[in-house]
């Protein structure tokens, strides 16, 4: 091979990755307590994606719908300052470092009982007063993407153990992937996941209820008063929970059923059809007015889908912002809630030596009506 054709080859490799996507970065702000957050933008064929370091972020996801109209199809605000001061909504957070609910804060590992803060009437909720998604991150940029790290140390909001986490956002055609990796120099629990709420409407203010979900599952977990596991995998056939088929949203939400009354809609998990570890299709969303398309697939073996019930339009920051009620939607790939309570989910504990990946990826189409 002569060395011009070398040349040659190689442009048009350059020229080919330049195609697939870029990665750009740019200040967003400073914490109150002087830490500077930076958001990075990716790119690729039909997405771009804004993460940033102030808990890792999903700030916006832009896609265009079925007539090539670009619109941000997440929640959040346009300044950092809202962010920080809407401390319970968790927009597009990675949340640890246990997502989700544990009961009245308290879990046994190892013959020892550890308690935990307790900030959702009296359990723990995405890991208590300072989680992962109140932290400032650091981050690598990547060639299709960025990785972004944090490290917990032991006794970090009652845990034990220090862990270390990575979370890549890649993207790639129509996709966003999030790769999670987590270790620990003792044996601890963890329960990462992200906490995006999706509006594929584009506008931010349309209701979610209109859209069609299908949830891959056939079994369900349902929930005491206080939102957390009664340990029973229910059935969801014969039940407003039955997601099996597309079915919209709103269509049965008021229904007169006693875990939608407890949640006020769904907020629970639904068990994942297919082995903890393996990539499985958990949901497909699709709005029939834009004719956006979003397919969640996972390694994770459960997903809670949450309606946005508890958006209230309470506005946060300089701008004011507020989103209301059924806004957003939450599809958060995860082990089930409470699980260091309930010996028969799948396992959350984490112990030294083992790496635990998991991997989700929000893929975005469209369809015609």
Request: proline share 5%; hydrophobic share 35%.
């Given at each position: 091979?002569?060395a011009?054709w ?11 990755i330049?195609?697939q996507g ?7 702000g ?11 933008t990716?790119?690729?064929e039909?997405?771009e994606a ?11 996801i832009?896609?265009p719908?079925?007539s090539?109209?670009?619109?941000n ?6 300044a950092?300052?809202?962010?920080i001061?809407?401390k319970t909504?968790y ?8 997502g ?11 013959g020892?009982?550890y ?11 995405h ?11 650091s981050?690598?940029?990547?060639p299709?993407?960025?990785e ?6 032991d006794g ?8 270390t ?5 890649t ?26 709420y ?5 506008d ?15 079994k ?7 939102l957390i596991?009664t ?14 088929k597309a079915t919209t ?17 769904y ?12 990539e499985?299709t958990?949901?497909?969303v699709?709005d029939?007015?834009?004719?956006r ?12 889908f ?14 004011h912002?507020s989103?209301?009620r ?7 790939t995860?082990?089930f ?8 989910f ?12 998991s991997?989700t ?5 469209t369809?015609a009506?």
């Open positions: 091979m002569t011009r070398l040349k040659v080859m190689l442009l048009m490799m350059t020229t080919g330049a195609a870029s990665v750009t970065k740019a200040p967003f400073t914490t109150p307590d002087g830490k500077a957050v930076d958001v990075y990716l790119k690729a039909g997405i804004s993460i940033m370091t102030y808990g890792a972020r999903v700030v916006a832009r896609t719908d079925r090539g109209k670009v619109a199809v997440v929640l959040g605000y346009s950092l300052d809202g962010y001061a809407d909504q927009f597009g957070a990675i949340v640890g470092r246990y989700n609910r544990i009961a009245l804060g308290k879990f046994k590992l190892n020892h009982e308690q935990v803060p307790t900030n959702d009437h009296a359990n723990s909720l890991g208590g007063t300072v989680g992962y998604d109140k932290l400032v991150w981050a690598k940029e990547l299709d993407g960025v972004m790290s944090l490290v917990s140390k970090d909001m009652g845990y034990p153990g220090t862990l986490v990575h979370v890549k956002y993207v790639h055609k129509g996709s966003l992937r999030i790769d999670y990796a987590s270790s620990t120099d003792k044996a601890t629990v963890a329960n990462l996941t992200n906490h995006s999706f509006n594929l409407a584009g931010g203010k349309t209701t979610v209820l209109h859209d069609e979900l299908t949830l891959f599952s056939d369900y977990t349902p929930v005491s008063a206080t596991p340990g029973e995998l229910a059935p969801v056939a014969g039940t407003p929970f039955d997601f099996r949203i709103g269509a049965r939400i008021h229904d007169d059923n006693a875990q939608l009354k407890i949640a006020g809609g907020d629970h998990n639904w068990v994942l059809r297919g082995a903890n570890g393996v499985k958990a949901a497909k699709y029939p007015a834009t004719g398309v979003l397919t969640v697939t996972t390694t994770e073996p459960g997903v809670q949450y309606s946005g019930n508890f958006l209230d339009g309470t506005p946060f920051g300089k701008a912002e989103h209301a059924n806004t957003g939607l939450c599809l958060e995860q082990h809630p409470d699980s260091p309570n309930h010996p028969a799948p396992s959350t504990e984490l112990k030294p030596g083992e790496v635990r990946h991997t990826t929000f893929t975005f189409s369809q009506k």
